[in-house]
């Protein structure tokens, strides 16, 4: 008779552990943030003329080592530019374009740009699909000739709609630098 009794308080405990199991769950899905080595934006002159880079390279990412920053040229004064940004990880072979990634998830990514000096203005030429802006490619303007700078931070997972501002954009961000260009 103990045995019995045994027996059915083992097969109980059983059915109650069984029943109280956090298996039947679904994972959650975890979408990592990508690395990003290097951002290279070009600027194209409206009207023809030499296309100007800027480089932002961080081969060791975290690592010690500050990023190599590089500017191909100087800016014409009073010219409109055509802006595109490319972003790559090159911790990997061949590099992985992040670019791509970031058009796929539009909807969780914008580019803002700070400018300071003699550039003019800068505006978004694309847009996600609620018609918010996300800033691979854009409009740049320069003014008188002088100094200037161009900031260029990408957020992930920005407010949006905003208004245009990191203090409104929220997100995290996922790469950031600033230029300092010369417009002659």
Avoid: W
């Avoid at 059915?8 to 979408?31: K, Q, R, W, Y």
């Avoid at 911790?91 to 990514?109: G, K, L």
């Amino acid at each position: 008779m103990k045995t019995i009794k045994i027996l059915s308080l083992l097969a109980f405990a059983g059915t109650t552990f069984m029943a109280c199991s956090s298996d039947d769950d679904a994972p959650e899905v975890i979408n990592e943030e990508e690395t990003i080595t290097t951002m290279t934006i070009s600027l194209v002159p409206d009207g023809g003329g030499t296309t100007i880079t800027l480089q932002s390279q961080d081969l060791d990412g975290d690592g010690p080592n500050a990023p190599e920053i590089t500017v191909s040229g100087n800016l014409a004064a009073s010219t409109t530019y055509s802006g595109s940004v490319v972003l790559l990880n090159e911790t990997e072979s061949p590099a992985e374009n992040i670019t791509e990634e970031v058009e796929e998830e539009d909807e969780e990514h914008q580019f803002f740009y700070v400018t300071t000096g003699s550039i003019e203005s800068v505006t978004y030429d694309d847009e996600d699909d609620d018609g918010n802006p996300v800033g691979l490619e854009f409009t740049l303007v320069t003014g008188a000739a002088g100094d200037a700078t161009l900031a260029a931070t990408l957020r992930h997972e920005p407010k949006k709609p905003n208004d245009g501002t990191l203090a409104d954009a929220g997100g995290e961000t996922d790469f950031t630098e600033t230029f300092m260009l010369t417009v002659e």
